[in-house]
């Protein structure tokens, strides 16, 4: 499935200042706004316009996931998701959490948590800039 490479690095927010990967837009799945790889990059849907506010909150989010999964407190296989030491199952696009299957990307989750809350911060922040 061929797409075209964004070649830039991303530089890490103040929150993850020493932070950086490489950003690819891509088509992702319905619904899909970014992924962070294990690789070390980063994928933004080709449908999240450059340059807004959603672009920014996703990238954050992401970089948080990424900038976690650096440090050893996130990490992921095809079969589960490993947050601050514990397994949880993972299969067919949902994770395992106080016994009953969450789809991906679920708030209740807490590495999803502090994920939200980093880009809600990014793009509250660009709002804040653009309106200056």
Do not use: C
């Amino acid at each position: 499935m061929p797409f075209k490479v964004n070649k830039s690095i991303i530089k890490g927010t103040k929150q993850h200042k020493d932070l950086a990967f490489k950003l690819v837009r891509k088509k992702l799945d319905k619904g899909i706004a970014g992924e962070a790889n294990n690789d070390g990059s980063v994928f933004v849907s080709k449908d999240v316009p450059k340059g807004s506010a959603l672009e920014a909150e996703v990238i954050n989010h992401e970089a948080d996931h990424m900038a976690r999964m650096k440090k050893g407190e996130l990490g992921y296989t095809d079969d589960y998701v490993m947050w601050r030491g514990k397994k949880y199952p993972r299969k067919n696009g949902k994770i395992l959490y106080k016994g009953k299957y969450l789809e991906e990307g679920n708030k209740n989750f807490p590495w999803e948590q502090l994920a939200y809350k980093a880009g809600t911060k990014a793009k509250k922040q660009f709002k804040n800039k653009k309106d200056a």
